[in-house]
């Protein structure tokens, strides 16, 4: 059941980078197409909020796989007293979910993942957009 999880999130995380970067490349192709600076901002827009949410698919994946090791050493007897505290505060349940913002706080960990390359690419592709002013008519 962990490892369905896992995949889904990773696939999600897959289908979010496909998605992000076509809305993104088809906002910036328009802004050129219309010589218009605003969709250039739009497409950054679209760029940052496609990003949070395949960090969100990154953070949730790096947890779904935390609980699966913490069950393989818990099964084969293996646990370790940080296991134990937190089979305590969880009850014994794995898939137990918040819905806070705390996984903002690992964006450094997660963008040092070769999984965000894409972003990381049109990111410094958008400064250089940003950057570079547009032809004249």
Same mark, same amino acid.
């Given at each position: 059941m962990l490892q369905n999880a896992i995949v889904r999130m990773a696939n999600n995380s897959l289908e979010v980078k496909k998605v992000g970067l076509t809305v993104w490349a088809a906002i910036v192709g328009f802004g050129f197409t219309n010589q218009n600076a605003n969709l250039f901002v739009l497409a950054f827009v679209a760029f940052v909020l496609f990003g949070i949410l395949d960090v969100y698919y990154l953070y949730l994946e790096r947890r779904f796989r935390d609980n699966f090791n913490r069950l393989s050493?818990?099964?084969?007897?293996?646990? *370790?007293?940080?296991?134990? #505290?937190?089979?305590?505060?969880? $009850?014994?349940?794995?898939?137990?979910?918040?819905?806070? *913002?705390?996984?903002?706080? #690992?964006?450094?960990?997660?963008? $040092?993942?070769?999984a965000n390359l894409p972003y990381l690419i049109v990111f410094v592709m958008k400064i250089a957009l940003v950057i570079a002013p547009l032809p004249l008519k």
């Open positions: 050493r818990i099964i084969n007897g293996y646990e *370790t007293s940080k296991d134990n #505290e937190w089979i305590e505060k969880s $009850q014994g349940n794995f898939l137990k979910m918040d819905a806070s *913002t705390i996984f903002l706080a #690992e964006l450094p960990h997660i963008l $040092q993942s070769w």
